[in-house]
């Protein structure tokens, strides 16, 4: 009984390794078939993806391509590659993705809202390119994310009021797009200046220095009274004495 246990033991042991090292597998080819899916969509004319083999067991062998030590992609790094074409909605299954870097291309077409699926995002860098449409809603999903650079791209409509949650924000950057509407001044919002926001000529708000159509004008700041010349000198004597004909200031009254 005492042998048969063991054997059971242990087969039900090598059943488990199997089945995460099926997992595994299959995680990790998934994570493959959405790059690949990303390459198909992209235009590589300096050959920055050659790299991307689809006959590998996993991604992770790539160029530009990070994992973690359980084959998982973490980062990709693509910036200033020269690429063109599209971002494809599967990127989004890459679900430890910390990092997505293609700052620098000209990619176009929308953002897609599959990347509001990205839930370990750090780091979303797509500045520089030539992206349009709206800025999805979906990446208010972003718990985790500090750094959001879509500048200089002709992204349009309003900015999402659900980016206001993502309290990990420390750095924004919206501006030189095609963005409308009021600037959000709560949540993670309260933290960024104008230049976050500056080139979007249809931007509203205190931010921006414009008032929204049909908001009341913004208060003037309070007027600037210089001090009193009388009330300098009464407190300067105040803090002085005249000693031989010197000024002393370390005396108290």
């Known amino acids: 009984m005492e042998r048969e246990a063991g054997v059971s033991l242990i087969a039900q042991w090598m059943i488990l390794v199997v089945f995460i090292l099926l997992f595994s597998r299959i995680s990790a080819n998934m994570e493959g078939d959405a790059l690949r899916n990303l390459r198909v969509n992209l235009q590589d004319p300096n050959n920055v993806l050659q790299s991307w083999d689809p006959t590998l067991v996993n991604p992770c062998m790539w160029l530009h391509v990070t994992c973690n030590k359980d084959n998982s992609v973490v980062r990709v790094d693509l910036g200033n590659a020269a690429l063109s074409g599209h971002l494809v909605p599967q990127v989004g299954q890459l679900k430890n993705l910390q990092y997505l870097e293609l700052y620098g291309n000209n990619i176009s077409g929308p953002i897609p809202s599959d990347l509001g699926n990205l839930t370990n995002l750090v780091s979303l860098d797509l500045y520089l390119n030539s992206f349009s449409g709206p800025i999805p809603d979906t990446l208010g999903k972003l718990a985790k994310l500090r750094f959001l650079r879509l500048n200089n791209n002709s992204l349009s409509g309003s900015i999402p009021m659900s980016l206001t949650k993502i309290t990990a924000l420390q750095v924004l950057d919206l501006s030189n797009n095609r963005l409308t509407g009021p600037v959000p001044d709560n949540g993670s919002f309260s933290l960024f200046t104008p230049i976050s926001?500056?080139?979007?000529?249809?931007?509203?708000?205190?931010?921006?220095?414009?008032?929204?159509?049909?908001?009341?004008?913004f208060a003037p700041p309070p007027p600037f009274i210089p001090p009193?010349?009388?009330?300098?000198?009464?407190?300067?004597?105040?803090?002085?004495?005249?000693i031989g004909g010197r000024k002393h200031p370390n005396k108290r009254y």
């Not at 926001?197 to 004008?217: A, E, H, I, M």
């Not at 009193?228 to 005249?242: I, L, P, Q, R």
């Open 228 to 242: 009193s010349t009388n009330s300098y000198n009464v407190g300067k004597a105040e803090n002085f004495e005249d």
């Open 197 to 217: 926001f500056v080139n979007n000529l249809g931007l509203c708000g205190p931010v921006t220095g414009k008032p929204c159509p049909g908001s009341p004008p």
